[in-house]
């Protein structure tokens, strides 16, 4: 591949200008331990698939990981190598607010978004993204998770033109399967800490499975795995902290509550901890440490 980082760092400008934590010298590193050979990786599999096709790449990370600056750095390397991509989230394909409230009034236990998408739209999203031509439009929806009082809701849709050789699917519980052992749920574990939120868990768990059908188009999964996943009640606060200053943001318990019924649904210990081991759907899992950067990469 054709890229110096030390003469072609200038592309990252629009990186470091709106996120000023990432250094210079820190992505110089990671692109030689990480994003090159990653993206290596994602070409040879485009290559070997022989066809124009575009390449889904599922991106499986809890919240405040930092998949949304690695699509960013990915993006911008993948255009100077001569290659066009998108990314998006399975946040945008979230029940609108009027199909959640439906959901609610059959059960009153989804008191947050969670694993309440609408998979249907979804396939065909990245169905349509995958076989589209330069010329074809295909609409995505826009998610507004401030929207409805922090409800949140649909508020519009992005029109797509440009074919992509590569579309990045991410999301907070992508590729999350089914355990079969529900006595997991049993064992103690932070935010699984009364009789009904157990039952909770058990049963969005099941739920899962009507999930298959979307993590089967995946071509290639990277799992940004977190072994400490508690430190993103932390980063959570640290986000929120800015917002705080403002007259905004959560306080600490209610970040915790916010966190847990996350976790509720699909918990880190459990159905992510099984993914970043599960060799058969994780092409690639790479480790995080508590600062965010990158520990090691297991293929």
Do not use: C
Request: charged letters at 30%; glycine letters at 6%; a negative charge.
């Amino acid at each position: 591949m054709e890229f110096d980082p030390e003469k072609d760092l200038e592309i990252f400008r629009p990186v470091f200008g709106k996120r000023p934590e990432v250094s210079k010298e820190v992505l110089k590193q990671d692109l030689n331990r990480y994003y090159l050979p990653y993206i290596q990786k994602l070409i040879e599999v485009k290559q070997k698939k022989g066809n124009s096709i575009g390449l889904i790449v599922g991106v499986s990370a809890i919240q405040g990981t930092g998949k949304t600056t690695q699509g960013e750095i990915l993006e911008i390397l993948l255009k100077h190598l001569g290659h066009s991509s998108i990314s998006l989230s399975i946040d945008d394909h979230y029940l609108t607010h009027a199909e959640l409230n439906e959901l609610r009034q059959k059960d009153p236990r989804y008191i947050r978004r969670g694993v309440t998408h609408d998979i249907t739209l979804a396939i065909q999203n990245l169905k349509d993204l995958q076989v589209m031509q330069n010329g074809m439009e295909v609409k995505i929806p826009i998610y507004d998770k401030g929207a409805e009082s922090g409800d949140g809701d649909r508020v519009g849709w992005k029109s797509v033109t440009q074919k992509p050789d590569f579309i990045f699917y991410d999301g907070w519980m992508l590729g999350a399967r089914r355990v079969e052992d529900e006595s997991v749920f049993e064992s103690g574990l932070p935010a699984l800490d009364t009789p009904e939120h157990i039952q909770f868990a058990k049963d969005i768990n099941k739920k899962l499975d009507e999930y298959l059908s979307l993590w089967d188009l995946i071509e290639f999964m990277n799992v940004l795995y977190v072994p400490n996943y508690q430190i993103s009640l932390e980063w959570r606060d640290q986000a929120e902290e800015v917002l705080r200053k403002q007259g905004k943001g959560m306080s600490k318990e209610e970040i915790r509550e916010f966190v847990y019924y996350f976790w509720r649904s699909v918990h880190p210990a459990i159905q992510i901890k099984n993914l970043a081991h599960d060799s058969a759907h994780a092409q690639q899992v790479t480790v995080i440490n508590d600062d965010h950067s990158i520990k090691e990469v297991r293929n």
